[in-house]
């Protein structure tokens, strides 16, 4: 399912009749009880700030929360089919050893000149390892 299938998120609501909103010295704003409020009673419904995965969760995928299909085995983030492809910022084991090669830092260094403006660019500036 798409994001756009998804149930809508209820909006904040707060039970404004059972808390009343004061100063308190040293901390802000804040609510305190109007009344007695029996146990269970909903006093706060709102959508959440953030919502994400506990790491080291490999069913989820670390996106969208949806069931994961892969798991990256760089940096075992799960990937659903929806957020596919994974883009890890991390490197394989296999390719660690390339990207401290001298080779390597050059090619980088081709690729971001060439991005840049060609036209413009001293290329005696290539050959310079940072």
Do not use: N
């Amino acid at each position: 399912s798409s994001p756009s299938e998804l149930a809508p998120r209820p909006p904040v609501t707060l039970a404004h009749d059972l808390l009343r909103p004061v100063q308190l010295p040293g901390k802000g704003r804040g609510l305190l009880a109007a009344s007695d409020i029996r146990a269970g009673t909903l006093l706060l419904a709102e959508e959440p700030l953030l919502i994400t995965a506990r790491p080291g969760v490999r069913d989820v995928c670390t996106v969208c929360l949806r069931s994961a299909e892969q798991v990256c085995p760089s940096c075992d983030q799960a990937t659903c089919e929806g957020c596919l492809p994974h883009s890890c910022s991390l490197l394989e084991p296999h390719e660690a050893w390339m990207a401290d090669s001298v080779w390597f830092r050059l090619y980088e260094r081709y690729v971001e000149l060439l991005l840049k403006s060609p036209a413009a660019e001293d290329w005696a500036a290539f050959a310079r390892v940072p």
